[in-house]
Structure formats: structure tokens, C-alpha cells
């Protein structure tokens, strides 16, 4: 599977800095030929976009950077499991093979909901390993929203 | 449910330029407040961009220009069942009504696929209306298709 554990810190560390921006602290980066090209957080709050979710950030700048569309070959490490708009992204990228950390039963679209992958108006599912660094990615959105919720 | 047919002539507007730029020919527009405050067609092409559907484009815009993730009391009017990408999209921008035109088996996530709208992963649904406009929707795709197939 390939999988270098390097990647997902990498993601776990933009996940990191979104939590500081008061951003939903999930991370991601994309790695092609075993560099990464794009790496980002959330930035909803940041852009004004409520599509503006790490996966999305870091396939809309690779395919920028790359001058294309498809991301073949490319494999995208991010810290909890892609929500249905970040899952059919993936796919519609062509993105290879997915890595993700936490489990997203509240909003998670790979393995919970619609479990995008799973239907036939899926035209290309990547290979998924769920549970990289999973105990690290789901303190960073605890710690997060538990700080939210005490008295400043 | 106060629809007006006028803005989805609108977005079948911009599904012909879509087509005229030899994206595939799905347009939308967003209405708040009786007032279009977005328009556009796919742009994958264009913009390298694998997320750039027609409703990504104009949720994107309308929020950059209003300055907020959340376009509540919103209308999005689009010739094509949205995917399931869009269709989050758009419960995440807390979109009040979805008028949309031809049904997508082969890729729909509203009334196709996973279904968004009906997941307990979904946190807001909007009101949705299909088959607006829908022989006139599907004609645009197809003839698009059509042109693609014949020999030069």
C-alpha cells in the first residue's frame, strides 16, 4: 500500500494550523511522485467558501499547479474521512488512493451516508486506507471543540 | 413554491455557453432576494478545475461576493441533477431551494447515488423541485454528446 506514516503528519501539522485559524481543524495534503504539491487546511471561514474543505483546497491547487484536471496517480492523506462533496471531488480527480485518519460517523461520506465509492454513479473510486494516525487526527478536532465549548 | 421559470431559462443560458466552450453543457444560477447574484456554466476545462461544476462556480462566487459561508435563503436553479459533490455543497451552503432540470441516473446524487438529502449525515436539506425546464435541460446535453460522436 505504500503508505508513509510522514505523509499524514504532514496533514495532522495543516490540520494543526486550522484549528489556530478558528477553522474545523482537518488537514490534507497531495502527494505525486512521493512529493507533495499541495497541502492546506480548512478555509471556510478564511475564504468565504463553504466548499472550501482541505481536500478540496488541495485538489483545486494541484490541478492548478499541474494544468489539469485529472490527478492521476496522485494519492491524498487527510486527517478525517471526506465528507460526500470531498469524496466525489476525490474521485472525479481520479485521485488514486486515499488515506484518512478519523472515522466521521456525523458527516463522513466513504464509509458513512451515501458511501459515495459504493454507488454506480461512481466512475472511479480510489483505493482507501482509513485509521492512519486516527487517535492524533481525532484529538486535534476534540481538543478543538471542546475548547469552544468552555467559558473564555 | 414560487418558482420563476425565468431564471431557469437563465441557466440554460449558461449550459449553451458551457457547450460553446466545449464544457459539458450543465449552467446555474443563484437567486437571493429575486435578484440573480451568480451565474455560470461548468468550467472544469477552463479552470482546470475538477470541482468546478456549474454550482460549485455559482455557490462560490455568490458567497465571495456576499462575504459569508452560508447563503441561507437562497434559490439555486441548474439545468442537471446535481452529483453527489454539489449536492453537499449545497446543504452546506444551507441553500433554501433547489430547482433543477433533467434527472442524472448515470451520476445524480440528489435523486441517484447516495442520495445526500435523505442521509442522516445530511444537516440541511433544501426544498427541491425537479424537472423545470427538463426536455429542454436534457436536448442541450444531448445534442453536446451527439455533436461529440459524429465524425468530424
Not at 16 to 25: K, N, S
Not at 65 to 84: F, I, S
Amino acid at each position: 500500500m505504500a503508505q508513509n506514516d510522514g505523509f499524514m503528519a504532514e496533514a495532522l501539522h495543516e490540520a494543526v494550523l486550522a484549528g489556530q485559524r478558528d477553522e474545523i481543524p482537518v488537514g490534507a495534503v497531495l502527494v505525486l511522485d512521493g512529493r507533495i504539491v499541495a497541502r492546506s487546511g480548512n478555509r471556510t471561514r478564511e475564504n468565504n467558501d463553504p466548499t472550501a474543505h482541505a481536500e478540496m483546497n488541495v485538489i483545486r491547487e494541484a490541478a492548478r499547479l499541474l494544468g489539469q484536471e485529472r490527478l492521476t496517480g496522485a494519492d491524498l492523506y487527510v486527517t478525517l474521512e471526506p465528507c460526500a462533496m470531498c469524496a466525489a471531488a476525490i474521485s472525479f480527480a481520479r485521485i488514486r488512493r486515499l488515506y484518512y485518519g478519523a472515522e466521521d460517523p456525523k458527516g463522513g461520506g466513504v464509509h458513512h451516508g451515501g458511501r459515495f465509492y459504493a454507488q454506480t454513479t461512481c466512475h472511479h473510486a480510489p483505493d482507501v486506507y482509513s485509521g492512519i494516525e486516527e487517535r492524533r487526527s481525532a484529538t486535534v478536532l476534540r481538543d478543538f471543540f471542546q475548547a469552544k465549548r468552555e467559558p473564555g
